[in-house]
Antibody, heavy 122, light 111 residues
Framework: QVQLQESGPGLVKPSQTLSLTCTVS??????????WTWIRQPAGKGLEWIGR???????HYKPSLNSRVGISVDTSKNQFTLNLSSVTAADTAIYYC??????????????WGQGTLVTVSS | QSVLTQPPSVSGAPGQRVSISCTGS?????????VHWYQQLPGRAPRLLIC???DRPSGVPDRFSGSKSGTSASLVITGLQAEDEADYYC???????????FGTGTTVTVL
């Protein structure tokens, strides 16, 4: 059974870049046509999709974040990474990595990491 | 503010039936995009509950069911149990926003 685990700094200063890594275990990140995704959730609020990538290199980001976000994959380490630049307090949230699957009209997320809290503060 | 609207909260006694709506528009649910549902227990990551409008992944109890009609979708819990206390989110795609979207979320309380 695949497992995902987020890691990275819990505190980031305003205007800096938030970087998080998701380590995938139990399956190869290169196998299948999965999409590897980041989703966030501000405290007490709903879920917000950030973006996804396929191991082919194809990416798709939330339009409102497109100028600040990047997702990359390291197949040798079975990891994928989120970079979010020029962060502000509004980027404070729990960040989840997730595996996306197709098979219906749109992707659904069948495996999630436990989430990691990132606070943007000086 | 999400383009998929859910009631903030619903409640029911153990054993009762509760329904959660997910209301969209012609650019998302009404445009024939599928709806998926997730359950988020307190302090936990979301868990896939329903995919493709009606399908339950392996391990999801059959008291959970989903449906879709027009510009709305619904999640029904039949035979509510204490462990069903959680937040529930619908998910679809919006062609106007060119964005994957989650619903506003609904908190289910077992009385």
């Amino acid at each position: 059974q695949v497992q995902l685990q987020e890691s990275g700094p819990g505190l980031v200063k305003p205007s800096q870049t938030l970087s998080l890594t998701c380590t995938v275990s139990g399956d190869s990140i290169s196998r299948g046509s999965y999409s590897w995704t980041w989703i966030r959730q501000p405290a007490g609020k709903g879920l917000e999709w950030i973006g996804r990538m396929y191991v082919t290199g194809s990416t798709h980001y939330k339009p409102s974040l497109n100028s600040r976000v990047g997702i990359s994959v390291d197949t040798s380490k079975n990891q994928f990474t989120l970079n979010l630049s020029s962060v502000t307090a509004a980027d404070t949230a729990i960040y989840y990595c997730a595996r996306g699957r197709s098979g219906y009209g749109i992707v659904y997320y069948d495996s999630w990491g436990q989430g990691t809290l990132v606070t943007v503060s000086s | 503010q999400s383009v998929l609207t859910q009631p903030p909260s619903v409640s029911g006694a153990p054993g009762q039936r509760v329904s959660i709506s997910c209301t969209g528009s012609s650019s998302n649910i009404g445009a024939f995009y599928d709806v998926h549902w997730y359950q988020q227990l307190p302090g936990r990551a979301p868990r896939l509950l329903i995919c493709g409008n009606t399908d339950r992944p392996s391990g999801v109890p059959d008291r959970f069911s989903g449906s879709k009609s027009g510009t709305s979708a619904s999640l029904v819990i039949t035979g509510l149990q204490a462990e069903d206390e959680a937040d529930y989110y619908c998910q679809s795609y919006d062609s106007s926003l060119t964005d994957l979207v989650f619903g506003t979320g609904t908190t289910v309380t077992v009385l």
